[in-house]
């Protein structure tokens, strides 16, 4: 906290610190939720109690996610042995948990822009059926980019078990209905974007998950190809540039040392979309708080000349950002359009209120 203190835009640093320790809580990477705590407490003291507002919500919201998985497994064992399920094979559905997130305090959007694997449909569709029923007239809209699962190959010698996101794991999973995909035909399945289906492909490519094979290839030819790649030392990180019609298919001869294999690594699209969108956002709330900064002076004061009104506009902003005075006058000009503050007409350098 002897740092934060020298930090002059403090309402960014709240941003990307929002950012990381809502993965942390998302993907359970926390190494202390105590130690999170008190860090939050410190930030309340030295910045008040808005701005760690959103933050103290994000820990009541996986509080009470745990318990709201707790009460769907007993709803799920009730249903299983009652037998009044519509849905099919619920005894076979996979392990899963659920974290049901307040919109507005997570720094989080819905992206629904992905075919799911029946397997996981099936377990959206059961735990819908099961909130809504619990919370009429709520509505639950899933953040896909979040999500991660664990898949096992069955195809290798040995077992592996690959730690995927969502994305990931749509690819993955087509791949029990056919020996090999187009990459167009993946991005038809998955409806994901060309940029990011790209480099997730590539991501398989590089750990030799999947392998680029020839459109024309025998089934004879596929094997020789899959024991000369097995063969291949790894000399060159290159990769093939990958085309609609690029032919894609599991690397049957895969082998690694370790049997649990993370595959989960961040896409460099996310990670700049996210900065580029935390920073738009600090924009907008800087705007929006400067406006209702003015709005408070000159309710209280009614008249200010224009000097006076930037002092205390500067003034009080300081413990979150220090505002450049364009801002501030870009900022007066829009109160002044909008009716909430006017220029006195004898004099255009005071503003009066509006009441």
């Not at 008190?38 to 009541?60: D, W």
């Not at 392998?211 to 060159?236: F, K």
């Not at 004898?346 to 009441?355: D, G, K, P, R, V």
């Amino acid at each position: 906290m002897k740092v934060f203190k020298f930090v002059e835009d403090k309402d960014i640093f709240q941003k990307f610190y929002s950012n990381m320790l809502a993965r942390r809580l998302v993907h359970n990477q926390s190494i202390s939720e105590d130690a999170e705590g008190a860090m939050i407490t410190l930030l309340r003291n030295s910045c008040g109690l808005e701005y760690t507002s959103k933050l103290q919500r994000m820990f009541q919201d996986v509080t009470s996610s745990r318990d709201l998985n707790a009460c769907f497994n007993e709803w799920l064992k009730a249903r299983k042995e009652e037998r009044r399920d519509q849905l099919d094979n619920l005894s076979n559905m996979a392990d899963f948990t659920i974290m049901v997130l307040s919109s507005n305090a997570w720094p989080f959007q819905a992206q629904s822009q992905l075919n799911l694997p029946y397997e996981l449909e099936k377990c959206l569709k059961v735990f819908t059926e099961f909130y809504q029923g619990h919370h009429e007239g709520r509505k639950l809209a899933w953040c896909y980019q979040l999500c991660r699962g664990e898949v096992v190959s069955l195809y290798t010698k040995m077992r592996y078990t690959f730690t995927v996101s969502t994305y990931q794991m749509a690819i993955l999973m087509l791949f029990n209905n056919a020996n090999c995909y187009s990459v167009r035909q993946i991005r038809e399945l998955t409806s994901l974007d060309e940029n990011m289906l790209n480099q997730i492909l590539n991501i398989f490519l590089k750990a030799r998950i999947l392998m680029v094979i020839a459109g024309d290839a025998s089934e004879e030819q596929l094997r020789q190809q899959q024991t000369e790649e097995s063969t291949l030392a790894s000399t060159s990180d290159a990769l093939p540039t990958l085309i609609p019609d690029t032919l894609l298919t599991l690397f049957f001869n895969y082998n690694n040392k370790r049997i649990r294999v993370n595959l989960n690594m961040p896409v460099k699209s996310e990670v700049k979309q996210e900065t580029e969108t935390t920073l738009a956002n600090v924009e907008c709330d800087r705007k929006l708080g400067i406006q209702a900064c003015i709005v408070r002076i000159m309710k209280t004061r009614k008249r200010l000349n224009h000097q006076q009104l930037l002092r205390e506009v500067i003034d009080q902003m300081a413990s979150r950002f220090n505002p450049p005075v364009s801002q501030i006058k870009l900022c007066i000009n829009s109160l002044i359009e909008r009716d909430f503050i006017k220029r006195d007409p004898n004099n255009l350098n005071i503003y009066e209120y509006i009441a």
